[in-house]
């Protein structure tokens, strides 16, 4: 039996969203960091329907069940059809790119701290992963370390990305003597601390 990702669970997740923004208008974050959470909370249901769903429930399994581990870093098996392999690698690491972009607006990540923080994605994931394989054990998914490897990667990849738009941000708006108000004032706010943060690493 299979369980997908429909329109209760899409529900569900927007009920926490909104019961989650007063929570944080309470807690007087300004409307531009509920705007940034909304759209970062949407990327994490995405994921969530990737990551966890389908899930398929194994009725008929009486025997000792074995989750399809592998632990080999860089071994990706008899693949047969090299498209298919490159073209899941490559969707493993655009997959976190948006984490790695969009936590920057919710939380201050300093550099020393973001190796640590795509592990700790990857794993998580993949972990999850297991977790359900074994708990309806079934092996409809199998846990790879490389999956951990290339998501975190993506995170990295994200991260590098948003430290250039915060350069680009900063450098463009300062050439043309731009006034920061609104969300602008709270992109630039964030920036700029990206910037000071990197500094302070290389001081």
């Given amino acids: 039996m299979m369980i997908y990702f429909d329109e209760t669970d899409l529900l569900i997740g927007m009920a926490i969203l909104?019961?989650?923004?007063?929570?944080?208008?309470?807690?007087?974050?300004?409307?531009?960091?509920?705007?940034?959470?909304?759209?970062?909370?949407?990327?994490?249901?995405?994921?969530?329907?990737?990551?966890?769903?389908?899930?398929?429930?194994?009725?008929?399994?009486?025997?000792?069940?074995?989750?399809?581990?592998?632990?080999?870093?860089?071994?990706?098996?008899?693949?047969?059809?090299?498209?298919?392999?490159?073209?899941?690698?490559?969707?493993?690491?655009?997959?976190?790119?948006?984490?790695?972009?969009?936590?920057?607006?919710?939380?201050?990540?300093?550099?020393?701290?973001?190796?640590?923080?795509?592990?700790?994605?990857g794993f998580v994931f993949e972990f999850s992963q297991l977790i359900i394989s074994l708990a309806f054990r079934s092996g409809f998914r199998s846990t790879d370390i490389n999956d951990v490897i290339l998501n975190g990667a993506g995170v990295l990849v994200g991260y590098v990305l948003f430290r250039l738009f915060a350069w680009l941000y900063l450098k463009i708006t300062e050439h043309f003597n731009f006034k920061h108000r609104l969300i602008f004032a709270d992109i630039y706010e964030v920036a700029l601390q990206t910037q000071v943060a990197g500094r302070s690493k290389n001081a």
């Avoid at 194994?58 to 632990?71: H, Q």
């Avoid at 498209?83 to 969707?91: G, H, K, M, N």
């Avoid at 976190?96 to 795509?118: C, D, H, M, S």
């Fill in 18 to 121: 909104f019961a989650a923004l007063p929570f944080l208008w309470w807690k007087k974050r300004n409307l531009s960091y509920l705007l940034f959470f909304s759209i970062f909370w949407l990327y994490l249901l995405s994921v969530v329907s990737v990551v966890v769903f389908p899930v398929a429930i194994n009725t008929d399994y009486a025997g000792t069940f074995r989750p399809s581990i592998n632990l080999i870093p860089f071994y990706f098996g008899d693949c047969q059809l090299p498209e298919l392999c490159i073209r899941s690698i490559i969707e493993n690491i655009i997959f976190t790119v948006p984490f790695g972009f969009g936590i920057n607006f919710l939380v201050e990540i300093k550099p020393k701290y973001i190796f640590w923080l795509a592990f700790v994605v």
